[in-house]
């Protein structure tokens, strides 16, 4: 699955009204978390591995418009493998209705570690099956 649908909550804006920047990354974060699920990764086991974390490293976003409360979004994950300890996702994010153009843009970089040793380590067989399924075809 690489569409995540959501409805944004109050909780989820600022004292402006709008979406506040870390709230869209989280949410972003779940639809990352729902794919990894819908291809049927154990979310519990993935993030209580005690052998490989994958931490993010990097995070940007970019807004279009504003997001408000109420608003169905729909977000969009694209995957690119950079090495093989390492990927990238890609988030687009837009309106369920009326269809629109690209409300925002994210992107997070991944990094699979080692707990212990904090040393890289290869992404596991069944995050590389993930990625392949996710992968950005352009």
């Keep these: 699955m690489n569409d995540y649908t959501r409805t ?7 004292a402006a009204g709008v979406v506040y920047f870390a709230s869209l990354l989280s949410i972003c974060h779940e639809a990352y978390e729902a794919s990894l699920e819908a291809s049927g990764i154990d979310l519990k086991s ?8 994958i931490p993010i490293v990097h995070a ?8 408000y409360s109420g608003d169905r979004i729909i977000i969009t994950l694209t995957t690119l493998q950079l090495k093989d300890t390492e990927f990238e996702i890609t988030y687009q994010v837009g309106l369920v209705a009326p ?9 997070t970089r991944h990094v699979a570690i080692n707990p212990q040793t904090r040393q890289r380590t290869p ?8 990625l392949k399924s996710t992968e950005n075809s352009e």
């Design 46 to 53: 993935f993030f209580r591995d005690s052998e490989v974390v």
């Design 8 to 14: 944004i909550r109050l909780s989820d804006t600022d």
């Design 123 to 130: 992404l596991s067989e069944s995050l590389m099956q993930w």
């Design 99 to 107: 269809q629109s153009s690209l409300i925002a843009k994210a992107k």
């Design 60 to 67: 940007e976003i970019d807004f279009f418009r504003p997001l």
